[in-house]
C-alpha cells in the first residue's frame, strides 16, 4: 500500500494520528484543534519572555488572555500594551489571527506550501469549519479567505500608519498599525493603547477605518466570495437582486442593526439628562463596535447610561454574519427567527425571504442556538453572582461580551475572581466554537431516525 503524507489519513505511517482522527467526529477535532492553539498560546504567555517586567505571568491571567485572544474576544486581565513585551504582543496577535480567520485555513496554508493535498477527512473538516462550503469550492473559498484578509489587513495598516504618522516613530507608527489592523478586522478588540481608541473619539479619519476593517471583517466570507463571483462574472452587471438569499440577508441585517444600534444608543443619550457621553460619533462607533463584537471603545463604557448598556447587550447577543470573523448567534440566526415568527402570525405555511422558502431545520436551528445561548448566559451570570460582589447590568455585561466575542467591559475582568475568570473562559470558548458545535461535541455519529411518530397533542402560548 503506498505511503501517504496526509495527517488526515490513517494509512502506514499515522497510525496512531489517523486512529486517533477516525475515532473523534469533525466537530470534536475543530474544537480540540482551537483548544490546542488556546493551551499552546497560554503556556508561551506565561513565560517570563512574553511580559515586559520578565517575570511568570499567574497560569489563570495567561489562559484568559489566550482565550481572549484565540476566540476574537479581546477581554483582558493585563493591559497589553504595556504588561506584554513585543515577544508576547507578537504571540497574542498570531493567536488573534489564527481564531480570526480559523486554524483550517492555516493547515490549507501549510499543505499548499509543502504541495502536499488534502484527503477526503480534511475536506470535510473544512466544510465543518465553514459552513457553507462545498467540495466544489473548498479550494476557492479558502483561497478568497486569505487573500482577502492578507489585502485587507495591509490595507488598514497602511490606513492606520497615515493616521499615526506624526503621533509616534515611523516603525512604531507601522507596527501600531499592523497590530490594529489585524485585530480590528479579526474583531478582536486588543489594542496597544492602554484606554483603546479614547484618544481618537474625534478624529474622523480613525473613526472611518476602524468602521471599515469592522465591517469587511464581520461581513462573513462567504458573502465577500458571492460579491467578488458576481463582480467577475462578465456575463451580467453586478445586481444585489442577483445575489444568493444568504449574502442578501446578511447584508439586510447589517444595515438594519448598525443604523438601528447607532440610532438607538444616540436617542437613549439625549434623553438620558445625567448622559455624559456627547457626540454622534462616540455613540455611532460604540454601536459599530458592539454590532460588529469589535470591542473598542472611544468612550468609558461605565459612563453610559443603563438604558445605552442594556442595548449594547442586545447588540453585542446577536452578532455579526455567519463565517465571519465576528462572534455572537449571528445576525441572519435572529433575522430568520423574526421572519418565522411574523409567518407564524400571518398564519403562513412556509416561512419565505426574497422569494426563496426557509427550510425547517434552518428554523429549528436558529431557535436551538438561541436557546442555547441564552441558558449559557443566564448559567455563567448566575454563577458569577455567587462569587461576585458587584452589580447585575456589570456582570451580564460582561458575560454577554464574552459570549458574543467582543470584548467590551464595564472595567471589572481584572477585578473577578479566578473562579469567575474561569467561567468566563468556558464562555469566550463557547462563544467563539458555537453553542451548537459544544453539544455536537459531546454526539459523536448521533443516528437518525429513519420513522416519525403519529402528531400528539400540544398546546404552547
Known amino acids: 500500500m503506498k505511503k501517504t503524507n496526509n495527517i488526515f489519513s490513517t494509512q502506514n505511517g499515522n497510525t496512531i494520528i489517523g486512529n486517533l482522527f477516525e475515532r473523534l467526529s469533525n466537530t470534536q477535532i475543530i474544537v480540540l484543534g482551537f483548544l490546542v492553539f488556546i493551551l499552546l498560546g497560554s503556556a508561551i504567555l506565561a513565560l517570563p519572555i512574553s ?16 482565550t481572549s485572544a484565540v476566540s476574537t474576544t479581546g477581554l483582558i486581565v493585563e493591559d497589553t500594551g504595556s504588561y506584554y513585551s513585543l515577544f508576547g504582543q507578537i504571540v497574542i496577535l498570531i493567536l488573534i489571527q489564527v481564531g480570526g480567520i480559523g486554524y483550517m485555513s492555516f493547515i490549507v496554508l501549510i499543505f499548499f506550501f509543502m504541495r502536499k493535498k488534502l484527503s477526503l477527512r480534511g475536506h470535510l473538516l473544512i466544510q465543518d469549519s465553514y459552513s457553507g462550503v462545498t467540495s466544489e469550492n473548498i479550494y476557492r473559498i479558502i ?18 500608519f497615515i493616521a499615526w504618522f506624526d503621533d509616534f516613530p515611523r516603525l512604531q507608527a507601522l507596527y501600531l498599525g499592523l497590530f490594529h489592523s489585524i485585530s480590528t478586522f479579526c474583531t478582536a478588540g486588543f489594542s496597544l493603547f492602554s484606554n483603546s481608541f479614547m484618544n481618537y473619539s474625534n478624529d474622523i479619519f480613525v473613526n472611518l477605518i476602524t468602521f471599515f476593517l469592522c465591517i469587511a471583517g464581520g461581513i462573513g466570507f462567504l458573502v465577500i466570495n458571492d460579491i467578488v463571483s458576481l463582480i467577475t462574472n462578465k456575463k451580467s452587471p453586478f445586481k444585489f437582486s442577483r445575489m444568493n438569499s444568504h449574502s442578501k440577508l446578511v447584508i439586510t441585517m447589517a444595515l438594519i442593526l448598525f443604523s438601528l444600534g ?25 454601536a459599530i463596535s458592539a454590532s460588529s463584537t469589535t470591542g473598542y471603545n472611544s468612550a468609558d463604557i461605565a459612563l453610559y447610561s443603563r438604558s445605552s448598556l442594556f442595548i449594547m447587550i442586545v447588540f453585542m447577543f446577536i452578532g455579526t454574519a455567519p463565517a465571519s470573523t465576528g462572534g455572537g448567534v449571528k445576525s441572519t440566526t435572529i433575522g430568520i427567527i423574526y421572519l418565522a415568527i411574523f409567518s407564524t402570525l400571518r398564519r403562513n405555511k412556509a416561512t419565505n425571504i426574497f422569494h426563496r422558502r426557509v427550510p425547517e431545520y434552518i428554523i429549528s436551528s436558529a431557535l436551538s442556538i438561541v436557546i442555547l445561548a441564552l441558558t449559557i448566559i443566564t448559567s455563567a451570570t448566575f454563577i458569577m453572582l455567587l462569587y461576585e460582589d458587584k452589580p447585575l447590568l456589570d456582570l451580564l ?7 458574543g466575542t467582543v470584548g467590551l467591559s464595564m472595567g471589572i475582568t481584572s477585578q473577578l475572581h479566578n473562579l469567575s475568570k474561569i467561567v468566563i473562559i468556558m464562555v469566550m470558548f463557547i462563544g467563539r466554537i458555537g453553542p451548537l458545535s459544544i453539544g455536537l461535541f459531546f454526539i459523536k455519529n448521533s443516528v437518525r431516525a429513519n420513522y416519525t411518530y403519529a402528531d400528539g397533542d400540544f398546546i404552547v402560548g
Open 51 to 66: 511580559s515586559s517586567t520578565g517575570k511568570f505571568q499567574p497560569y489563570i491571567d495567561a489562559l484568559f488572555t489566550a
Open 143 to 160: 483561497n478568497l479567505i486569505i487573500i482577502y484578509t492578507v489585502v485587507v489587513e495591509v490595507f488598514g495598516t497602511i490606513l492606520y
Open 262 to 286: 447607532s440610532l438607538l444608543i444616540i436617542a437613549s443619550e439625549a434623553i438620558n439628562s445625567s448622559s455624559q457621553i456627547h457626540g454622534f460619533l462616540v455613540n455611532i462607533f460604540q
Open 397 to 403: 455585561f460582561e458575560t454577554v461580551s464574552a459570549f
